[in-house]
């Protein structure tokens, strides 16, 4: 019997503390809940301005490139991608002029009246309260994130200067897999309850570190991947983009090298290579025996449509591909070991973004070259001279302008007609892109009338530049229907700070020794010197 008392006594004691204990983890897991379920909202609350942030920059090249068909196929694509629910524009009359769902475009919204709109806009006086708030939809709660698109100084192509707003970016960001997230994370801690009131703390103590550190991770990828989105969608101009693309790849994959292979014509390629130390350099050839060498081939070919490994995955070779376009290619590598799965994964992840980002620079690419020539257009010229001057006004560094001009090229005109004319002005630009260096800019100014900007360059330098692209020229063999054409440019140089401290200035000293290298015999360089200036 009292043994039994005994028993029934520790039985007792056992049942009280397992109650106290059980009901001191519920209360610690009902807290714990609600400051994991806060915390997860609040997450997806900035996940979906972030979200917001990075489709607002992608879409604005199409807006300032004037394309509505553009506008409405970006958003088509990130509808059907899953990220969001819905994503619509409304312009400045709350009117959907865009929109994932096709079916609501003209649809109106009253910003007092439609219960969506009511939680910003409490009265027709009130400023909103909130940019992102959340709402009931039929499919599930939602994260709605409105992004306000103001009229800036781009925009008064199509819009009005007086006004301050052109229209909302609206986000609804599904709250599906957070509320699945959350709903999971109860479980687990449920489960951890009763495992540690069976003696199985150590065990689930690692199961629930286990899916903490897949939560921090799947988020530090997240926000990687935000980061990049930003820092590609930032610029369109080209050279700037492969930069940050080496860069982003470098970094994320910790490789020793990265090349990076961009088309040059029908056939050919360019590569920009980084290491890991953080130098950049352009090689012009590569082996025939260097693996990477037999994959450009093939990619040139357009055989290469997914990402390839080498047998030791210390290699990867990724196409960047916009529809039928090959737009570039990565290739990435580590020597001393293999390259990780999951980083693997992040970078395949990010890639129909640089795809996107590599498509942006080509069109824009497209829009500053000359048609005829494939050098820059005198558009384009303006831009980076002004650029230029503000790089001197601010550390300094002069440079040198070119003004070069086809001498007697009326005649060949008249002669042989246009199409040996044209055929002249491709031979001319490709001699003078030929002669500078990788850093140097070459335009078509005009006509038969080129120039060329050439940063950190002195008068000797300017000269020697100057000189290259005269003796090239004139040592070109130009064929066309049979014709032999031999052609000879004039050329007058500038340099700044030396002759002029002002773009216009520059330009007409520039003008100046063109016009004395015409009148002095012709097939020569002057300079503002030797014409004593």
């Known amino acids: ?113 439609d219960a969506t709109c009511r939680g910003c806009h409490l009265s027709t006086s009130t400023i909103p309260a909130q940019h992102t708030i959340k709402l009931a939809g039929d499919g599930g709660d939602v994260f709605r994130n409105i992004s306000v698109i103001y009229n800036e100084e781009p925009c008064f192509g199509c819009h009005p200067q007086n006004i301050k707003i052109n229209g909302k970016l609206i986000i609804d960001h599904p709250l599906t897999e957070t509320y699945r997230l959350i709903h999971k994370i109860g479980l687990i801690m449920v489960v951890a309850g009763l495992a540690c009131l069976v003696l199985l703390v150590p065990f689930m103590s690692r199961m629930i570190n286990r899916y903490i550190d897949q939560i921090v991770l799947k988020n530090s990828e997240i926000n990687l991947v935000y980061s990049i989105m930003n820092s590609i969608s930032k610029t369109i101009d080209m050279d700037e983009l492969k930069n940050i693309v080496l860069d982003i790849v470098s970094d994320a994959l910790t490789a020793e090298e990265v090349d990076l292979v961009l088309p040059n014509g029908q056939s050919g390629y360019r590569i920009v290579t980084r290491t890991a130390t953080g130098e950049k350099y352009q090689r012009k050839k590569l082996n025939r025996d260097d693996p990477l060498g037999l994959i450009v081939e093939r990619w040139c070919e ?54 996107i980002a590599f498509e942006n620079a080509r069109l824009y690419s497209m829009a500053i070259t000359d048609e005829l020539t494939g050098i820059y257009t005198v558009r384009h010229f303006r831009t980076c001279i002004d650029r230029q001057m503000i790089l001197f006004d601010t550390y300094g560094e002069k440079f040198s302008l070119l003004m070069i001009d086809i001498d007697n090229f009326k005649k060949v005109n008249d002669t042989y007609g246009h199409p040996t004319g044209d055929a002249v002005l491709r031979k001319v630009a490709h001699c003078i892109a030929e002669s500078v260096r990788v850093d140097d800019l070459a335009f078509r100014y005009g006509g038969e009338e080129f120039a060329v900007i050439l940063p950190a360059t002195a008068l000797s ?73």
């Open 1 to 113: 019997m009292p043994v039994q008392w005994l028993h029934r006594f520790k039985m007792k004691i056992i049942i009280g503390l397992v109650v106290m204990l059980g009901l001191s983890m519920g209360l610690t897991m009902l807290f714990v809940m609600n400051i994991t379920r806060d915390s997860l909202l609040a997450d997806s609350a900035d996940n979906t301005v972030q979200l917001g942030k990075a489709i607002s920059s992608g879409l604005r090249c199409s807006m300032l490139n004037r394309s509505p068909e553009r506008i409405q196929e970006t958003l088509d694509k990130i509808g059907q991608s899953g990220q969001v629910s819905r994503i619509f524009i409304l312009n400045r009359q709350g009117r959907v002029d865009f929109s994932s769902d096709r079916s609501d475009i003209g649809k109106k919204y009253e910003r007092t009246a």
């Open 461 to 533: 330098g300017g000269v020697n530049v100057a000189e290259r692209i005269r003796s090239r020229i004139e040592a070109a063999n130009i064929i066309d229907n049979g014709h032999r054409i031999a052609a000879t440019v004039s050329v007058g140089l500038a340099v700044c700070p030396d002759n002029s401290l002002t773009v216009k200035d520059l330009i007409l000293q520039a003008d100046k020794s063109l016009y004395a290298a015409k009148h002095g015999g012709k097939n020569c360089v002057k300079t503002s010197q030797s014409m004593g200036t």
């Open 302 to 355: 357009g055989s290469v449509l997914q990402y390839e490994y080498s047998l030791d995955r210390t290699e990867v070779y990724l196409p960047i591909r916009k529809g039928d376009s090959r737009l570039a290619l990565i290739a990435v590598r580590c020597k001393n070991h293999p390259l990780a799965e999951d980083k693997l994964q992040l970078i395949e992840a990010i890639c129909n973004h640089i795809a």
